[in-house]
């Protein structure tokens, strides 16, 4: 219980600074919109002059839609040690009885919050500019979303290690994070696509089956639940692995005095 | 002069025995040994790059040491800190408050934290007793550096902590408002704190006045030892001086002296 009310305390922090700040709402909803916008357009070009993207219609705006799943979750845990960082509060929350595992459960809620409240938008300018509705994925897009959402928080747990460990001088991390995976992840192409000494790498990927999931509802009509499952195990060793490199980051965070020392 | 083999260890509150941080080839505390009697007000003084803040992180946990041990309230501060944390609080100028929030927000958010009871009655006595009612609406960013002073403690007051740590509790505020700090602190650690001692204040201070008019008892670091320890007025009369300003100067001019915990 106690807890609870610590995590939502956290939660309402990041929650206050959200709504009192214009840029940071307009970064959050404008760049889902211009992506889809600028998908959208690429999408009925190729539907012309393509007959894979001919044969599943959306299927790029649905790999759009879903990779920013990831990202936006990823930059919700990330941006909010970065909040802290850039704040200069690191000290006094770190001194409260807050948990870290409770700062980063706060995290995880408020990046499904960031990442519904950035894609609501852009889903239904998909739907007035193109015609192009997410939920014609069907049942399996809870679990696409779930697989990516999980991917978001352990690539942003290593982001947080990764600045606590060695500085602010990471925080390019935060963005850069999706871009430096988004080949591997074969979010717009099939792993076939990829070389055979990719392929390994690419399918260690949850990323990777969520979207060969995707296509193959959107252009097979088939639902592989199997993908599915190894996303989600692929998940669960990731998270857990990411956890261990947080705590050992937070502790050399603690034997570096990091926590004073960060910040502008 | 106060000694832990003198004291009861019912009646200590802080335990510290041969704390050493080391950063890198720099030495920042050197072996010191003290410990704080419950209910007392202990000045914490020294010149730049004494140890007094190195200090402080590690009586919080927030740096953990290379050597030694520190027990607050009994609990080791390196294994187990939360079983502290929720009675004790801290304030400093060199760690800030989100300041994007509002005053209010900012205090919420630690009210949470700390899990305070009936919160908002919380924050208006504080607002209130700290003169700062009017600004509970403005945000933390658009305060004087006087004004963010007097929140930033209310912060460090919000859980009414048996043990309180300041550093530099009145830098930035003018001779008025120190002076009703001062008087709220001298308060505050009669009638606060467990089993009707009051609270422990432990403060890292410059200022001369404010140590004398504050404290119980005083520890002098120097070079990241303590060089000597006593009571304000026994002090002034060991160094055969007028104020206790003379003697910080007199310390902090002498030539490397034995450390205070080696002397009989």
């Known amino acids: 219980m106690n807890s609870l009310r610590r995590i939502w305390a956290m939660v309402m922090r990041y929650w206050y600074l959200l709504r009192r700040s214009v840029p940071r709402i307009i970064d959050m909803v404008s760049w889902p919109i211009v992506d889809v916008i600028m998908w959208g357009f690429l999408s009925q070009f190729l539907a012309g002059n393509s007959s894979y993207i001919a044969k599943a219609g959306g299927v790029l705006l649905a790999g759009m839609f879903l990779w920013d799943v990831m990202s936006r979750s990823q930059l919700g845990v990330s941006v909010g040690l970065l909040e802290e960082v850039w704040a200069r509060h690191l000290g006094h929350i770190f001194v409260s009885p807050l948990r870290a595992w409770e700062w980063l459960a706060a995290l995880m809620l408020m990046s499904i919050f960031r990442t519904v409240a950035g894609l609501a938008p852009a889903v239904l300018v998909a739907w007035a500019m193109y015609d192009f509705s997410l939920f014609d994925l069907g049942l399996p897009l809870a679990g696409f979303i779930a697989c990516l959402l999980v991917m978001g928080w352990w690539l942003g747990i290593l982001v947080v290690a990764t600045i606590l460990r060695f500085g602010q001088g990471a925080e390019n991390l935060a963005w850069a994070a999706p871009f430096v995976l988004s080949p591997l992840g074969a979010v717009y192409y099939p792993v076939a696509t990829l070389p055979l000494w990719l392929k390994p790498i690419a399918l260690a990927m949850p990323a990777a089956h969520v979207f060969e999931g995707m296509r193959g509802v959107m252009v097979d009509h088939v639902f592989k639940p199997d993908e599915l499952v190894d996303a989600a195990l692929l998940n669960l060793a990731y998270l857990a692995l990411a956890a261990l490199i947080f705590l050992w980051a937070f502790r050399s965070a603690r034997m570096q005095g990091k926590m004073l020392q960060m910040g502008e | ?264």
């Open chain 2, 1 to 264: 002069m106060p000694s832990a083999n003198l004291q009861n260890p019912l009646d200590t509150i802080i335990s510290v025995q041969g704390l050493t941080k080391r950063f890198g080839d720099s030495l920042a505390v050197d072996g010191i040994s003290f410990t704080v009697t419950e209910g007392s007000v202990t000045g914490l003084l020294g010149g730049n790059g004494a140890g007094k803040t190195t200090t402080i992180a590690m009586l919080l946990g927030m740096l953990i040491p290379t050597a030694g041990t520190i027990r607050v309230m009994g609990a080791d501060m390196v294994a187990h800190r939360y079983r502290a944390l929720p009675r004790m609080n801290f304030a400093s100028p060199y760690i800030d408050l989100p300041h994007r929030l509002s005053v209010t927000e900012n205090l919420s958010v630690y009210a949470g934290l700390y899990m305070v009871d009936r919160p908002k009655q919380r924050i208006a006595e504080l607002a209130e007793a700290l003169d700062f009612t009017a600004l509970l609406k403005r945000d933390y960013g658009s305060l004087s550096a006087g004004q963010k002073t007097r929140v930033a403690l209310a912060k460090a007051l919000i859980n009414r902590p048996r043990l309180l740590l300041l550093d530099e509790p009145t830098a930035s505020l003018d001779p008025d408002s120190a002076d009703r700090i001062r008087r709220y602190l001298q308060d505050y650690a009669r009638d606060s704190g467990a089993h009707g001692r009051g609270a422990t204040l432990l403060i890292a201070s410059h200022n001369m006045v404010e140590v004398e008019r504050l404290c119980d008892e005083l520890l002098i670091m120097r070079r990241g030892k303590i060089v000597d320890r006593g009571t304000p007025a026994g002090m002034i009369e060991r160094y055969g001086r007028q104020t206790l300003e003379e003697v910080f100067l007199d310390i902090a001019r002498a030539e490397p002296v034995a450390s205070a915990e080696a002397r009989p």
